[in-house]
């Protein structure tokens, strides 16, 4: 139980353009869920977290109308990348829990902006 | 704010040998949970092992335990009979207890090298 999927494992994109991941919980409904970067070799930096039917919480120096959260529904949280540029090439994975304190993880998303 | 520190960027172990990961953190509640994370090439993040830090008790599941002593604030990692499956990045995480939301607070976490 408690598998986090996401899609696409791997996108590769022209600089300017938008680029959507999906993040989805398929055998629980998630009350939160979070969205992270990741840098080879680095740790998971935490970019958002997000609350069905809520507007996401963004940490400290992530901006916001670059990187959108959706949550719509328990299920479903999406991540688009408005006008994508080289530096935003990283690695992004989701997380997803219920009222609690353990977060179950998608597999990431290997994001390459041209 | 809460942080967690550990301080092997590497390590490296023989195949069938024992290896302890450090971690050490910085919070002021009484109450919390600690993990460790295993992150292997695939960058799937895998939890390892869970510690309540209300019970004394150190967590054990198979291979993996931990030494847990509280009032150093020290989480470490002991992995017995290494084997090659156990080479990954290894994180320490604290749950942040924010409202109804735990954010996870992770350590820089060390990479794991498992020799045959």
């Known amino acids: 139980g408690a598998v986090v999927s996401q899609h696409p494992s791997w996108v590769i994109c022209k600089s300017g353009t938008s680029v959507k991941i999906e993040c989805r919980s398929l055998?629980?409904?998630?009350?939160?869920m979070f969205w992270y970067r990741q840098f080879p070799k680095q740790s998971l930096m935490l970019m958002a977290t997000?609350?069905?039917?809520?507007?996401?919480?963004?940490e400290q120096g992530v901006e916001k109308d670059k990187f959108l959260i959706n949550h719509a529904s328990l299920t479903l949280s999406t991540l688009t990348v408005t006008s994508a540029h080289p530096e935003d090439s990283s690695f992004y994975i989701c997380?997803?829990?219920?009222?609690?304190?353990?977060?179950?993880f998608g597999p990431g998303t290997r994001l390459t902006v041209l | 704010a809460q942080t967690v520190t550990q301080s092997q960027p590497e390590m490296s172990v023989q195949e069938a040998e024992t290896v302890t990961l450090s971690c050490t953190y910085d919070?002021?509640?009484?109450?919390?949970?600690l993990f460790w994370y295993k992150q292997p090439p695939s960058r799937q993040m895998i939890l390892v092992i869970r510690?309540?830090?209300?019970?004394?008790q150190n967590a054990t599941e198979n291979r993996f335990s931990v030494n847990f002593q509280k009032a150093a604030k020290s989480f470490s990692l002991k992995i017995s009979d290494s084997q090659l499956g156990d080479a990954a990045m290894y994180f320490c995480?604290?749950?942040?207890?924010?409202?109804?939301?735990?954010?996870?607070?992770f350590g820089k976490g060390t990479l794991l090298t498992v020799n045959p």
């Open positions: 919070t002021s509640e009484s109450d919390y949970y």
């Open positions: 995480a604290y749950p942040n207890s924010g409202g109804s939301n735990y954010k996870l607070t």
């Open positions: 997000s609350n069905e039917g809520s507007k996401a919480t963004y």
């Open positions: 997380s997803a829990s219920v009222a609690g304190y353990e977060q179950f």
């Open positions: 510690q309540e830090a209300y019970k004394q």
């Open positions: 055998d629980f409904q998630a009350t939160t």
